[in-house]
Every structure is written in structure tokens, then in C-alpha cells.
């Protein structure tokens, strides 16, 4: 199949499938819509009758809870770190997973129904048991986690490539994994495992990400709609992509199996992977998730520890400031270094280590960096008090304040700590 009709196949032969669907395919076309949106109506349902209870809980874990209020714009770190339509996607991705999880049996018999009245030759029909195609759902469920582990990774991290790298891995594996989900069950039906579908489908990398793009990219496009919407919370617009994403789900089941039908030719030429080549892969995938299950539980480890600082008391030691200030000339005309010292008390009543590393505060005035202030770290155990030297090291230009009518208007603050090398964590003091 060459790179012009795997195009075609994506882009016209399999929506046209469509029209080729009778009563029988029909009826368990319904089925599925009607049982996926029971599903996911109860399941959004239990997300947003709890969703106080959630954040609520979420906060008491991490805040004091005097702190709630400033401590949501602390943990919107998770959600603020990403690109919006790297959410969308994980979202999407999301939705397809669950649907394969709750569906299968529906949609394998929706897809087999359809290849009937299609008339679809592909051979004889031998079913794998019900507990190997739970089992082939599963191995599907940990891809998408690995994948989701290492794209919010990459995304952590606030360069231009690293926000580049993030988008464009999430939509490409939004796209595989759409044609995979809808793809294979034909082949499953003919007794071929993930194994052998993922060899075939790699091999026509543009049939499969083109058809996960038609069917794909109108929730896509509703999604970035939907986000621009900020009143609404994350739950919330899960909830309207889970529920819009199911009709193009159902639609793709025949489309899908149109597809199937094209590359029937191709799977039954291919070799099965060996054994080693599959034990290697699935030792690959296990080895990346628990790297990202790490990695992760790092991460909200470092944050929990810091989010301690908190609910620490102070007491400023006044007697011990220290100071090397510039001459005010040099302070209001251009770049000035101020050096400031002090002693300062810090007791941790929590079961928790307080730890901050070296940080940065930055002082800013509309887009511009007015100072850089930075902040020496410490450590203070759990249940201890500890004297610690707070050594600020200040960079400020004053001279960028250019509209002394507006000196009192547009700063803001943001206190910038370290959750893991190069992961910063804003937190916002002053705006």
C-alpha cells in the first residue's frame, strides 16, 4: 500500500465505510452509544458531585487550612506546567482508553456485526476468551500510561523545545493509539495479538495516524474551545470530551474495521514477533512506567515537603540584619546589587521535612524584570526548630519603570522553588 492510498484508505474509504451499515450493526451501534454513555455520564457525574470534596481533600493533605484559598494557586502547578492541548489530548486519550476497558465486548461485537453486513471477507472468525481480550485491554491500558508518564514529563520542563516536544508526542500518540483501538479489533477476532497488530500498524505509520486524525481531530477542535473557557475546571471539561468524544468513538468502530479489512493482506504476511523481540518490548514498557511511576511520585513528594513551608512558624531575629545597600543614585538610575542578611526562627509542627532549595524571587512590572532576588536554602525536620541565615542577594533595575503615573500598579511577585533540577515550581506572592 503505498503512501497516496494509505491517505485515501484514512481520508475516504473508511468515513465512507459508514454508509455500508445495516440493521444488525446498527442495533449494536446503539448499544454501544447508549451503554458508553451510561458509563460515562455516571462516571462524570461522580466526578462533579465530589469535586469540592476532592480539592478539598487534595488541599488538606498538602495546606493548612487557613492556606486553601492561596494554596489552589500552589497545586495548579500540575495543570499551569502543561500546554492546554497536551491536556486535551490526554484527556481524549483518556476517554478512548476507558471505552475500551468498559466496551470491548460491545464493540468487538458491533465491529463483528458490521464486517457482516459490510461483507467483509477476512476468513473465519475464532474469538479469542473473553479473559485474553480483558488481558490485551490491560496491556493497551499500561501503554497509555507509560506514554502519558513520559509526555507530562517532558512537558514539566519551561523550555520552548521541551513545550514543542510535549505537543507534538501527544498528538501523535493520540492519533496511533485512536487507530490502534479501532483497528484491531478485526485482527482480534482472527486470533492476533497486540504484538503482531502493533508490527503491521508501525509499518503503515500514515494510514494509522491519518485515521486517527479524522476521527480525532473534531474533538480536538471543540477541546481548545472548551478550555478557552476559564470558569470551567478540569473536571468539568473532562467531563464534556468524555461525553462528545463517544459519538465519534462509535462512529469510528466501523471505520475501523474498514481499515482492518485493507490491511488484512498485510497481517497475514507478516511474521509474529518473536518471543524475545516481545519480551523485550514489554520489559522496555515496564521499565519506562515504573521510571515515570518514580519520577512522578518524586515529584509530588518534593512539592509535598515543600508546601510544609506553609505551615512553619517564624520569628525574625531583628538584631541580626545585615546589609550592603547601593547609593540611591545608582538604585533609581540602572542596575543595582543589594546584599541583605538575617537570622531567622523557623519551627516545623508538621510530620513532614521541610525542604528548599537555593530559589529565586522575581519582582516584575508588566513584562518587565524589575529585581532578582536570590534566596539561600535549608532544611528544617520534621517536629524540630532550626535557626536558619537568610541570605538575600537582590538584582534590581529601576530604571525599567518608565510610567511613574502607574508606580503603584501592574507588579507582580513570583517566588520561583526547585521541585527537581530544571522543574520549577511558581508560586505567585503579589500580583
Do not use: C
Not at 496491556?139 to 500510561?145: A, T
Not at 511613574?404 to 501592574?410: A, H, K, N, P, S
Amino acid at each position: 500500500m503505498t503512501q497516496l492510498q494509505q491517505l485515501k484508505e484514512a481520508f475516504y474509504y473508511a468515513p465512507l465505510s459508514l454508509i455500508k451499515i445495516r440493521k444488525n450493526s446498527a442495533l449494536w451501534m446503539f448499544i454501544y452509544l447508549i451503554t458508553g454513555l451510561a458509563i460515562f455520564s455516571v462516571f462524570s457525574w461522580v466526578m462533579l458531585s465530589n469535586q469540592n470534596e476532592i480539592k478539598a481533600a487534595f488541599l488538606s493533605y498538602l495546606f493548612p487550612h487557613s492556606w486553601h484559598e492561596i494554596a489552589e494557586d500552589l497545586v495548579n502547578f500540575l495543570y499551569e506546567s502543561q500546554a492546554k492541548s497536551v491536556l486535551s489530548n490526554m484527556i481524549l486519550s483518556g476517554s478512548l482508553v476507558v471505552s475500551s476497558m468498559f466496551l470491548f465486548p460491545i464493540k468487538e461485537k458491533y465491529s463483528a456485526e458490521f464486517e457482516k453486513d459490510a461483507k467483509y471477507k477476512n476468513g473465519k472468525v475464532k474469538e479469542f476468551p473473553l479473559i485474553i481480550q480483558a488481558w490485551e485491554e490491560v496491556k493497551l491500558f499500561l501503554l497509555y500510561l507509560t506514554a502519558q508518564s513520559v509526555i507530562l514529563w517532558v512537558g514539566y520542563y519551561p523550555y520552548q523545545w521541551a513545550n514543542w516536544a510535549s505537543i507534538s508526542l501527544s498528538y501523535l500518540f493520540l492519533f496511533f493509539t485512536f487507530g490502534l483501538d479501532f483497528i484491531s479489533p478485526t485482527f482480534q477476532r482472527h486470533r492476533k495479538s497486540y504484538s503482531l497488530i502493533l508490527k503491521v500498524l508501525l509499518k503503515k505509520p500514515i494510514l494509522v495516524l491519518s485515521f486517527g486524525l479524522v476521527f480525532s481531530l473534531p474533538v480536538i477542535l471543540l477541546s481548545q474551545y472548551v478550555f478557552s473557557f476559564e470558569e470551567l475546571t478540569l473536571i468539568e471539561i473532562a467531563s464534556i470530551l468524555f461525553i462528545t468524544n463517544l459519538l465519534f468513538l462509535t462512529l469510528a468502530v466501523p471505520a475501523g474495521t474498514r481499515v482492518a479489512t485493507a490491511l488484512f493482506a498485510n497481517l497475514t504476511r507478516t511474521l509474529r514477533p518473536t518471543k524475545k523481540t516481545v519480551i523485550r518490548s514489554y520489559s522496555a514498557m515496564t521499565i519506562i512506567l515504573l521510571l515515570g511511576l518514580f519520577l512522578h511520585s518524586t515529584l509530588i513528594s518534593s512539592l509535598h515537603h515543600k508546601s510544609q513551608l506553609l505551615k512553619a512558624e517564624y520569628n525574625v531575629d531583628w538584631d541580626s540584619i545585615e546589609y550592603d545597600l547601593p547609593s540611591l543614585s545608582n538604585f533609581l538610575n540602572g542596575k543595582a546589587l543589594t546584599n541583605l542578611s538575617f537570622n531567622i526562627n523557623i519551627k516545623n509542627p508538621t510530620d513532614f521535612d521541610i525542604v528548599i532549595e537555593k530559589s529565586q524571587i522575581f519582582v516584575e512590572k508588566k513584562d518587565a524584570t524589575i529585581a532578582t532576588i536570590d534566596l539561600t536554602g535549608f532544611e528544617i525536620p520534621a517536629g524540630e526548630s532550626r535557626q536558619v541565615k537568610m541570605k538575600l542577594d537582590s538584582d534590581s533595575d529601576l530604571s525599567k519603570v518608565t510610567n511613574f503615573r502607574e508606580i503603584l500598579e501592574y507588579w507582580r511577585v513570583d517566588m520561583h522553588l526547585e521541585l527537581l533540577p530544571g522543574i520549577p515550581f511558581v508560586l505567585n506572592i503579589v500580583e
